[in-house]
């Protein structure tokens, strides 16, 4: 009976990794640019998000657009 129990928590700890994982990925890549203010005038960053991976450069301002490719699905 100790295996079987040993054996429930190992599946349902993989599950919570593999959901996690899943939850975590966007539902579609998108790029982000950041501006300086709220005139969006002046671009100083940009965000790209793939489905596994993504990157940015610049700076990280709370002024942004986003362009979702809703084209490419991710799940």
Do not use: N
Not at 36 to 55: I, K, L, M, N, P
């Amino acid at each position: 009976m100790g295996k079987f129990k040993f054996g429930l928590i190992i599946a349902a700890f993989a599950g919570a990794i593999i959901s996690g994982y899943a939850l975590a990925q966007p539902a579609h890549p998108f790029t982000r640019t950041y501006y300086s203010d709220a005139s969006e005038t002046v671009a100083v960053g940009f965000q790209y998000q793939g489905c596994t991976r993504g990157w940015r450069s610049g700076q990280i301002t709370p002024y942004y657009e986003t362009v979702i490719d809703e084209d490419s699905d991710c799940l």
